[in-house]
């Protein structure tokens, strides 16, 4: 068993190293539950091979080192998600990546560390990746009728955490740094295509709400007796559980863990597309997303709503301050309610409404100027939670609607047969203008724009370059700005970071698990810069007294902006 990281007595400054702690564990998780899948599909197709024989100048970006076009000649795989495979390998700092043209020629490079993950990484992934499509009955596992047929491989599992997969990390002092580095990366990325799944199932449950009242009796708590010993014994291996025969409790670092379980549930909410990544890189990506049900085939849109709702906590204080200044305005210089388009499962709606109520001059005259609450969203599961959360609220005066966020001008004219004016309303929306459905170019000549995006991005397999993807940005946004001169856009959106940069920090960012989810399911992530440069050209003005990045560094991967056109 690893060490426990609980304390007693704990002064601030330990907490907080405690918890960038836990934070670093968790982000190499996600990285893990995203890397696993993608380098074992390379290696399958042999994607490595040719680095063995390249020249290495991995600094250089006109010596040595691959074509993209020769790894796509070699695998047969669908490009675009290809670009996608192999910039996570330079996120993780195994590839260098060197853009030419405008983004339209890429060469990689592999550095030392990728030298020593490519030989050590896909027969260590073989082993847990079998895993993936069994948690899709996780759930079922730890809380419903079908434990046995996923619990003894389960149980091989965490006997090979516990042994930390047969990696000779602490002992292995004749390694070179580098060799020990990427040992303990993927150790951690071995324990996190376990660790992810679980953290959300036991979130999910209520283990860990029971938990944080205490120590108990593994028995006491909901589930099945047996899966939970297993599972909780692998929190043990992370430091995060404590058992002694049947009872478990969780240590310091494992409550800051589970009270931050949402961070892993969009990304595990990708589960499904993880189970088919090599029939999305190599086969035909133009199956039927949607199954006969209407329900998403590549994302379990309940968890993604899940994990989603609780990351907005995290930035709800900014975004307060911004609702709060608006609606004490005059009555006549107030929006008469609020729009969220892509309104998940209605928690920001509902925040917004209390805070309009209970914190603005607004709130105490709501009986003669009611706040109309709108939520719009593209998926039928989200409008039905979003209802319930509303209803559930007692918000008075409310609609959830259909939406896309590529048609402003329909949300227009549902919204007038509403009686309402799409104009008199704040329009908010939460991590959506990345995931808006690509539409093709008109009238755009290739290589037109400077691009300055190192996304790589795809579209039903086909590489979108950088420059296409940009000018796409600034006409999507351009769309809107009619419909938002009046009272704005408060846009809170996930971004995406330079590779090299990503591979500086791997214990201070998620990029990788963002840049690995929304890669795969046609999502468009930008640098933070490059997303306010294209508003900008769009004819929208962020208003600087409301803008905010988290974090607050060159590591942003979210952005609040409240956007005003003109």
Aim: hydrophobic share 40%.
């Amino acid at each position: 068993m690893r060490p426990s990281t609980a304390h007693s007595g704990m002064g601030s400054a330990s907490l907080d190293e405690e918890r960038a702690a836990v934070r670093g564990q968790i982000f190499g998780h996600l990285a893990g539950f995203v890397l696993a899948p993608t380098v074992k599909a390379l290696a399958d197709r042999g994607a490595f091979e040719p680095f063995e024989h390249a020249p290495r100048h991995e600094d250089d970006q006109d010596r040595g080192g691959v074509e993209f076009d020769a790894i796509a000649h070699r695998t047969h795989a669908n490009r675009g998600y290809l670009r996608v495979a192999l910039r996570l390998l330079a996120s993780a700092g195994w590839l260098v990546q060197h853009a030419r043209e405008n983004g339209r020629l890429v060469r990689y490079t592999m550095t030392e560390a990728g030298r020593v993950a490519t030989q050590l990484a896909p027969a260590l992934y073989a082993e847990v990746l079998p895993f993936l499509p069994k948690a899709l009955f996780l759930q079922d596992c730890l809380f419903g009728a079908s434990e046995e047929p996923l619990l003894p491989s389960l149980r091989e599992l965490v006997r090979r955490a516990e042994g930390r997969w047969g990696l000779d990390v602490e002992g292995a002092a004749r390694d070179p740094d580098v060799t020990r580095d990427v040992k303990r990366r993927l150790l951690t990325h071995l324990d996190g295509v376990l660790v992810g799944p679980v953290m959300v199932a036991l979130a999910r449950g209520g283990v860990f709400a029971a938990l944080e009242r205490g120590p108990a009796a593994i028995t006491a708590l909901p589930g099945n007796a047996p899966s939970l010993t297993c599972v909780l014994d692998l929190l043990a291996t992370q430091g995060w559980a404590l058992r002694q025969g049947d009872r478990v409790e969780l240590t310091s670092a494992g409550r800051y863990a589970a009270q931050i379980a949402t961070a892993y549930g969009v990304t595990v909410s990708y589960l499904p597309l993880f189970t088919m990544l090599s029939t999305l890189l190599y086969g035909n990506p133009r199956f039927p997303h949607v199954d006969e049900n209407g329900f998403e085939v590549l994302v379990d849109r309940a968890m993604n709503v899940w994990g989603s709702g609780g990351a907005h906590r995290n930035y709800f204080k900014k975004v307060d301050e911004i609702i709060i200044e608006i609606f004490n305005r005059p009555l006549h210089l107030q929006p008469r309610g609020i729009c969220d388009m892509g309104c998940g499962d209605g928690s920001f709606l509902e925040h917004l409404y209390f805070v309009v109520r209970e914190r603005t001059a607004r709130g105490s005259v709501l009986d003669q100027h009611p706040l109309v609450i709108v939520g719009a969203d593209f998926n039928k599961v989200a409008r039905r939670v979003t209802k319930q959360t509303l209803r559930h609220a007692g918000i008075p005066t409310y609609h959830v609607i259909f939406g896309d966020i590529n048609r402003p001008a329909q949300l227009a004219s549902d919204l007038e047969k509403l009686g309402h004016d799409i104009h008199d309303l704040l329009h908010i929306r939460s991590f959506l203008d990345h995931n808006r459905p690509y539409s093709l170019l008109a009238n755009y000549v290739g290589g037109t724009r400077k691009a300055r995006s190192t996304g790589a991005f795809a579209h039903l397999g086909k590489e979108i370059l950088p420059d296409e993807l940009e000018e796409n940005l600034v006409r999507h946004l351009r769309r809107w700005a009619p419909y938002i001169g009046r009272f704005g856009l408060l846009a809170l959106e996930l971004h995406t970071l330079p590779p090299e940069l990503t591979a500086a920090h791997p214990d201070k960012t998620p990029a990788i698990g963002y840049d690995g989810t929304h890669g795969y399911s046609d999502q468009y992530l930008v640098e933070l810069d490059v997303f306010l440069e294209c508003a900008r050209e769009a004819g929208l003005r962020a208003d600087p007294r409301y803008s905010a990045r988290f974090p607050p560094s060159e590591l942003a991967t979210v952005s609040i902006n409240f956007f005003t056109a003109g």
